[in-house]
């Protein structure tokens, strides 16, 4: 999908919060769990309703302050309170488990679906709230896969808010300078990237250094969709035909670099050089191609003339081997969990108004990393996904340009159909405690050299095959 030329015109006005946090304040919000009655509203029986903690992935100070207005917003229509508390993820597993021996448990947690089976396997897990949110605003309103995800034995164990997909970014005018079509399969990406590569160019940037955390992301998004599984029902699979195809397809990409191995920083940096012709990298990147990120500047020689040259150039396959597979598309998701003894009530109203009134505030602190998963109402199905369009992105908070005005509304859907399409090995499955644990320690990346070598990829397959069960076996899974 070619992204539309971006207007030039005057931008409308942004709405980004830039409202900072002393350093005490965070102590102070770390400190605090939920259980405390002492004040809030009223919870419609004559009692005060409980104030209420939630845990979030997102610490830094700008997405903090944004997170920590919607709660405002949501205390001044409910009186019920919320402390918002800045927790990474590793550091809320073992929060969460020290806090439910103690009894003091935070009310909500936005977290990630490994550790929704994690907790949930360790009877950590309120699932009755979950249900509640999702009779009351309508599970066809949301994500499917999303649901899926999060979904252990049978019963949903949290509510999908938001996520990121990865996506193939490709150099329109260097694939019609050399009459090649759109690719749409990973196949396609491999004739491609053979067909380009050449002198400096790349012919596509992922994820090949061993070991490397960017590694594991690409291989698992390169061979979910070859139908590749990594395990399933128990048995490890990635020995698969399939598996061994995708490794075949992988290696074709590496071999494609013009620039050596690379990492997540090195392949963003090919691409904004204009030395790759393609890219496999996070939703993230749509800011940087426009030339938002000051972080991460735009170095191609086109770009000092016309900042605008990779956005208006760049297309963008958001699922891969769609009519194969039906869509499998590597991402991540986050979602919000209620651990057993939080107040629960509470807790589910301020769930339901994050994803609702609060909604598109919410996704607004990291626009381009939080795409909707929740694309509308019943009344309103494309309600969330059309406003986020709308919304100011990028980490400069000076900009005030949205998604929609500078690639347009057919970009906006790909991203919401990548996001909807996110599918992880394992997870939602018996086999995610297993799945995680590969993911985490990098097991496929950390064996991964040998197929670099010119091992038969089946060869190789047999060999991760191995890994993932000694994996298993540690773990008793």
Known sequence: ??????????????TRITTGLTAAGVLLAVAACGGDDSSGGDEGNG????????????????????????????TEETGIEVEVVPLAGADQNQSLVTGAASGDVPDVILHAPDQTAAWN??????????????????AETFSEQAL?????????????????????????????????????????LAEIAAELSSGSMSGMALGTQPGNPFTTESL????????????????????????AEGLRVFRELADSSAGGQFDVESARAAYLAGNAAMLLFSSHIIDELAGLDPNNPLTCAECADDPMFLAENSGFVTVLNAAETGGRQYGATLNYGVPVGANADEARQYIEYVLGDGYVDTLATATEGRVPL??????????????????????????????????GE???????????????????????????AVFSQHVLAQNIEPLYRGTDPAEVAAQLAAEVSTVQQEIGG
């Open 1 to 14: 999908m070619r992204a539309p030329t971006s207007p030039r015109s005057p931008r409308r006005q942004g």
């Open 47 to 74: 009692e005060p309703a409980s104030p209420i903690t939630m845990w979030t992935p997102h610490v830094t100070p700008e997405r903090l302050a944004g997170q920590e207005a919607v709660a405002a917003a949501f």
């Open 121 to 138: 396997e360790q009877g950590l897990l309120d699932t009755e709230v979950p249900a509640q949110v999702m009779e009351n605003l309508g």
């Open 148 to 188: 899926d995800l999060v979904t252990v034995g049978g019963a949903l164990a949290a509510v999908p808010s938001d996520g990121w997909g990865h996506l193939v970014v490709y150099r329109q005018d260097l694939l019609d300078d050399a009459g090649l079509d759109t690719p749409e399969t990973v196949q396609d």
């Open 220 to 243: 698992e998004a390169i061979l979910q969709p070859t139908g590749c599984d990594l395990i399933t029902d128990g048995e490890v699979t990635v020995d698969s035909p399939e598996c």
């Open 374 to 407: 929740r694309g509308g109402t019943a009344e309103n199905p494309t309600e969330f996904i059309d406003a986020w369009g709308e919304l100011p992105f990028g980490p400069d908070p000076e900009n005030d340009a949205s998604i929609s005005e500078i690639y």
């Open 410 to 436: 057919e970009v906006v859907q790909a991203l919401q159909d990548g996001a909807n399409a996110i599918s992880r090995w394992g997870f939602g499955t018996d086999d995610a405690t297993v799945a995680g």
